[in-house]
């Protein structure tokens, strides 16, 4: 199997971390973000929508990260990351779900518009799209702290897919200019996400490196 990365991607990493947790052998081959890897014929051939991650697997091609995960996972029997329990599957699923399009969408168009756009791409922020990614993130930040009240994880007693899929743009939480403080739960649950060596392992080495393929040894 293979898979097309790019350094510092969140939906790259919680694929990665799957990976890693799974102890599944699969080539990564990291693409430039600004080298117009993802614009080729070839690689859109693969995924027409110009994105990673895309899985290789023979034949087969998957993209969409949360598929991704879920597909791996499904290599390996009896595995924790996602159980075989049809509702703890449905809870899993549900979250990752959610992280997509609620609380993630939310964290990532602040992200991008105050950290990524001015420091990779050269561009002003969009201060509208900013302020209402902001008052959607409030919200969305209320709704996981208050799933936290009595949990560790989002599914059960242990780490699941869907806490991977939740932190996956864990690396720039403390960079985005919003308020944490307000959501403690919340904050010590990244901390303990963020310990996790599986999900470490996949941790670009820096602010620079990210979007850049990795230089040669």
Known sequence: MKLYAIVGSGNCRKVQ??????????????????????????YLALNPNGRVPVLVDGDFSLWESNAIMQYLADRVPANALFPRDPQVRAGIVRWQFWETAHFNNALATVMFETVLKPKLLQQEPNPPLVDAASESLQGFARVLE??????????????????????????????????????PRLNAYFDRLRADPYWAGTAPESMEAIGRKPQAA
């Open 17 to 42: 971390a799957t990976i890693n947790n799974l102890g599944l052998k699969v080539d990564i081959e990291y693409l430039g973000l600004l080298d117009g890897d993802l614009a080729t014929t070839e």
């Open 146 to 183: 208050d799933h936290l009240a009595d949990r560790d994880y989002m599914v059960g007693d242990g780490i699941t897919l869907a806490d991977y899929s939740m932190v996956s743009i864990e690396g720039f939480k403390e960079f985005t200019p919003f308020d944490w403080s307000g959501y």
